[in-house]
T-cell receptor
Framework: DTGVSQNPRHKITKRGQNVTFRCDPI?????LYWYRQTLGQGPEFLTY????????KSRLLSDRFSAERPKGSFSTLEIQRTEQGDSAMYLC??????????????FGNGTRLTVT | GQQLNQSPQSMFIQEGEDVSMNCTSS?????WLWYKQDPGEGPVLLIA?????ELTSNGRLTAQFGITRKDSFLNISASIPSDVGIYFC????????????FGTGTSLTVIP
């Protein structure tokens, strides 16, 4: 396994368009996280899944954002009616939770979104 | 969300010097992680800490989980040019849904 994979790496879209990003986690990991990162800031939590269940959503995740993980493997993050303020790096991370063991987050290389 | 204060914000050092940075919070965390991020890439895990007082090394890197559980430190010894990047701390609150909160990063520049 080569780690967490995200695509596309870059996306340029016009304001008002919809975009969808994909994340393939490390195969044995049951948790998948989405973070957003803007220039000069640390990653900000958006949402996470345990298997296919979406367990937590940040206030940052407006109703234009939706994330899915239908089979508990890959995940998609969709942004509808994009706004310029959505321009950011969208990072996916995965981890393994087993009983009381919780592995650290392993990140993909992100999708850089630019909304013009 | 939780605020992690990371300092210094940036550092410019000579190759071969040692580096220290830290991360503090007003809340108690049960896990501290340290990451390095290069431009255009995702953060890469450096060290994970799980117990108060724990001191863990990874090559020239050493990190400590503060006794109060509200802080963590990262030291880099004998810096080299490839240490350049942004270093982030991340903490996990106990029983809070297992999300990780990140600091704002320390930008490290190593002058050859």
């Amino acid at each position: 396994d080569t780690g967490v994979s995200q695509n596309p790496r870059h996306k340029i879209t016009k304001r008002g368009q919809n975009v969808t990003f994909r994340c393939d986690p490390i195969s044995e990991h049951n948790r998948l996280y989405w973070y957003r990162q803007t220039l000069g800031q640390g990653p900000e939590f958006l949402t996470y899944f345990q298997n296919e269940a979406q367990l937590e959503k940040s206030r940052l995740l407006s109703d234009r954002f939706s994330a899915e993980r239908p089979k508990g493997s890959f995940s998609t993050l969709e942004i509808q009616r994009t706004e310029q303020g959505d321009s950011a790096m969208y990072l996916c991370a995965s981890s393994l939770v087993k009983g009381t063991y919780n592995s650290p987050l392993h990140f993909g290389n992100g999708t850089r979104l630019t909304v013009t | 969300g939780q605020q992690l204060n990371q300092s210094p914000q940036s550092m410019f050092i000579q190759e071969g010097e040692d580096v220290s940075m830290n991360c503090t919070s007003s809340s108690i965390f049960n896990t501290w992680l340290w990451y390095k991020q290069d431009p255009g890439e995702g953060p890469v895990l450096l060290i994970a800490l799980y117990k108060a007082g724990e001191l863990t090394s990874n090559g020239r890197l050493t990190a400590q989980f503060g006794i109060t559980r509200k802080d963590s430190f990262l030291n880099i010894s004998a810096s080299i040019p490839s240490d350049v990047g942004i270093y982030f701390c991340a903490g996990q609150l106990p029983g809070a849904g297992n999300q990780f909160y990140f600091g704002t990063g320390t930008s490290l520049t190593v002058i050859p």
